[in-house]
């Protein structure tokens, strides 16, 4: 009798242990456990640590309260300008109401997935070529409400979403190659146009300048001698302007030019006479004929 009873509490505490261990359940701290007995919701959300469910009755799915992060497939789209692009993104989502996860979608992972790549191809379409290559920011503002929207009745909330690359076509690129060469040589030859015109009015103050002081133009020309010289150039061509000589004959006193004129004179009469050539005849000169005897008949 003691025997079977000893067997009996043995096989009981065997069936304890089992139980125990059957209905033992361990959730992570970044985990919430969702509990359905006999199919329907229960109420209390397990938290993390060590719990307890019923065996056979319940069953206990565990859900990731971590941020997810989840590429999105590369959709082929036409802007509204008309340009066919191929674009990628990423989305980080979280779950954060774990019963609605669990009960009012089958598979919140693949749904935000599929509902990431249709509102991608929208807003492709909403959107322009420049919009799409300078001002992505706007475009992830607009993904994120048109994806937060829908996800909140999964209780899950969108966190954030990156436009990752944009591809064109070569023929694009090449245009839009050829687009901003033209642009930057427009603009350097805006930008050289606009340097002449400074150029051009500096250079006419500074003859307006000059033009009242005529002694400036000297100054100016004694300057560029200098920079010239300080080159060490074994030859100096020196520009002698129209300007400068007028400036110099004002400047000479009236006795001072007809004193030079006169000394010129003077070297020219000092000046030995060429010789006249010989003639080929050697003997005496012939004498002299009276012009009344020359055209006296014979």
Do not use: C
């Not at 590369?74 to 008309?82: E, H, K, L, M, V």
């Not at 919140?108 to 919009?131: C, H, N, P, W």
């Not at 930008?191 to 003859?207: T, Y």
């Amino acid at each position: 009798m003691v025997q079977e009873l000893l067997a009996a509490l043995a096989v009981a505490g065997a069936g304890a242990v089992m139980y125990v261990l059957s209905a033992a359940r361990v959730v992570k701290q970044y985990e919430r456990g969702v509990v359905l007995r006999f199919g329907r919701l229960h109420r209390q959300i397990r938290n993390p640590g060590f719990t307890m469910v019923i065996p056979v009755v319940d069953h206990m799915h565990k859900v990731n309260m971590q941020i997810v992060t989840m590429p999105v497939p590369a959709q082929d789209g036409i802007t509204r300008d008309n340009v066919t692009v191929r674009v990628d993104a990423v989305i980080y989502f979280k779950v954060v109401d774990p019963a609605d996860a669990i009960i009012r979608v089958e598979d919140y992972r693949f749904a935000v997935s599929q509902m990431a790549q249709t509102s991608l191809r929208s807003i492709l379409g909403k959107s322009e070529l420049d919009d799409l290559l300078s001002n992505r920011e706007k475009l992830n503002e607009g993904l994120e409400l048109m994806m937060d929207s829908p996800a909140v009745e999964w209780g899950v909330t969108i966190d954030r979403v990156e436009i990752k690359d944009v591809s064109l076509p070569e023929t694009m690129k090449r245009s839009m190659a050829r687009q901003a060469e033209a642009d930057r040589e427009r603009r350097a030859r805006v930008i050289n146009a606009d340097a002449e015109l400074q150029a051009s009015r500096k250079l006419a103050e500074a003859a307006g300048v000059m033009a009242d002081q005529p002694a400036a133009l000297q100054l100016r020309l004694l300057q560029t001698v200098v920079a010239v010289a300080a080159e060490k150039n074994s030859t100096l061509v020196l520009p002698f302007p129209v300007e400068l000589l007028r400036f110099l004959e004002k400047a000479t006193p009236p006795q001072v030019a007809q004193a030079a004129q006169a000394a010129q004179k003077a070297v020219r009469a000092a000046a030995p006479k060429p010789e006249s050539p010989p003639t080929a005849f050697d003997g005496p000169a012939p004498e002299a004929v009276p012009d009344k005897e020359r055209l006296a008949p014979a």
